[in-house]
């Protein structure tokens, strides 16, 4: 078997990150909640919704351009925000936020990001939404819902799926905290895994930047479970921008989001990381759509491993879809060239995928799924 160097689909960066990352970081970017049932589960759902190929359409020209709330993406997927990003390798928000810039699609700028939010949607040309997680009484919230109006950011991302941080028994063996407590194992691990730690040390280790010295700090294990239906009122009423609600599994809860005057939904399992037990969030969103309708905004992530597997996506309700995991393992693997490689593979398989179902841009694919899986 050849050795793998180059990254020609996302499972060649997970496997080079494997090899440079510490076990202990490699293991908190790739793990899932429990037993990782969920995650595998959703993949499985992905895999099996089969595409129909068609024969004798014209589609040599193909767009994947796409309209996210008022503006145009240069490509169907966006950043899932995802704190930390600067475990993967020193100055991975900043390559992110710069892909972003590139291709103006949305990079999620998480509340526990490692670039501070100001500087994010600066590198990101604008084309940066910020996520937020309810804490405490919610009060530390709204001021940064005020530092992000003042930054200049149009779309609130609320992640609501996290009321208490899901149990992930790999990160959980490594003893991962943040900020790090190196003990032994720790230190063993860093050790043979030079390349890693001595960049690390040379640029600092990374920080929630957007809780600096002397700022309201920020537990990334307390309950937040004190949020309710009230809360979005409250944030709906004081937000003026897009509200995005992230991490929506429930037909009822989307119901209900519809109603309260959110702008939007992301069907989403946090990347499996919270509920082992959680339905697919895949076939979720095909329940989601029928129960919103055809034209309120459905977003997706989770699972999401390709070029197919985004088609799926829309073809299954999305409007767009957020990919995560994927990216942190190209850049832990080679940096911002990395980073760029699997972008182009990922828009290089939606375009061939579009070829192979006849069709020439992202709109109307719900009807290009096997008719027996749906």
Request: aromatic residues 8%; positive net charge; proline residues 6%.
């Amino acid at each position: 078997m050849l050795p793998r160097t180059g990254i020609h689909c996302c499972d060649d960066a997970r496997h080079l990150a494997r090899r440079r990352l510490p076990w202990m970081v490699f293991d908190y970017i790739d793990g899932a909640a429990g037993e990782g049932h969920g995650e595998a589960m959703n993949r499985t759902a992905l895999r099996d919704l089969r595409l129909q190929p068609r024969i004798l359409r014209n589609v040599k020209t193909r767009d994947l351009g796409v309209k996210v709330f008022d503006h145009d993406a240069n490509v169907p997927f966006g950043v899932s925000p995802m704190g930390m990003c600067n475990l993967s390798t020193p100055g991975a928000d900043l390559m992110l936020a710069r892909m972003a810039a590139r291709y103006k699609t949305p990079v999620g700028v998480s509340t526990v990001a490692s670039t501070s939010l100001e500087k994010m949607i600066d590198a990101a040309d604008g084309h940066a939404w910020f996520q937020l997680y309810f804490s405490g009484d919610g009060s530390g919230t709204m001021k940064l819902v005020e530092r992000a109006k003042t930054a200049g950011y149009k779309t609130l991302v609320l992640t609501l799926d996290v009321p208490e941080v899901g149990r992930r028994p790999r990160e959980l063996r490594h003893g991962f905290k943040m900020p790090f407590r190196i003990g032994p194992r720790q230190f063993v691990d860093f050790a043979l895994h030079p390349r890693w730690s001595l960049s690390s040390l040379a640029k600092g280790k990374p920080q929630m930047a957007n809780f600096p010295d002397g700022a309201d700090a920020f537990d990334r294990t307390e309950s937040r479970a004190a949020a309710d239906w009230s809360y979005l009122d409250r944030l709906r009423a004081k937000w003026p921008g897009k509200l995005v609600v992230k991490g929506v599994l429930s037909v009822e809860d989307a119901k209900h989001l519809k109603k309260a005057g959110v702008d939007a939904i992301q069907v989403s399992s946090h990347g499996g990381r919270q509920l082992d037990s959680a339905p697919p969030p895949i076939l979720m969103l095909a329940a989601i759509r029928k129960a919103v309708g055809p034209r309120f905004p459905l977003f997706y992530d989770s699972g999401l491993r390709s070029g197919e597997d985004i088609i799926k996506a829309y073809a299954m309700g999305a409007n767009f879809a957020f990919l995560g995991r994927p990216f942190l393992f190209a850049m832990a693997a080679k940096g911002e060239a990395g980073l760029a490689q699997l972008w182009d593979v990922l828009n290089d398989e939606i375009s061939l995928t579009l070829a192979q179902i006849g069709q020439t841009a992202m709109t109307d694919l719900n009807h290009c799924l096997m008719p027996d899986i749906t």
